[in-house]
């Protein structure tokens, strides 16, 4: 069982930036691919970006491209979403998902929220006009 946490939610304004921090623990961490979701009032849950053990390969919603940045520290077992740029559309509960796979670039990237097994809690990052 793996347990994950997030942090640094909160309020912002326009053009400002977070950084989200998602800590796991329990069983071990090795290998697994990690990605963030949010999912705003009345819409359903939306892939934002995900990362690779190896931190090798990155994918990206097209929304964020440009503007968030996923990052982990294997060492702390922590992965990091920074956001710069924001805007008021992406106010969400943004969530870290676990993926239990050592994915592969050849399977594309990681978008579809049911390949991952473990989730956090979420945090809430709104954005003011």
């Known amino acids: 069982q793996v347990q994950l946490v997030e942090s640094g939610g909160g309020l912002v304004q326009a053009g400002g930036s977070l950084r989200l921090s998602c800590a796991a623990s329990g069983r071990t961490f090795s290998g697994y691919a990690m990605g963030w979701f949010r999912q705003a009032p009345g819409k359903e849950r939306e892939f934002v970006a995900a990362?690779?053990?190896?931190?090798?390969?990155?994918y990206y919603a097209d929304s964020v491209k440009g503007r968030f940045t996923i990052s982990r520290d294997n060492a702390k077992n922590t992965v990091y979403l920074q956001m710069n740029s924001l805007k008021p559309e992406d106010t969400a509960v943004y969530y870290c998902a676990a993926l239990p796979v050592a994915w592969s670039s050849n399977w594309g990237p990681p978008t579809g929220w049911g390949l991952y097994d473990y989730w956090g809690q979420g945090t809430q990052v709104t954005v003011s006009s």
């Open positions: 990362i690779t053990w190896s931190a090798g390969n990155t």
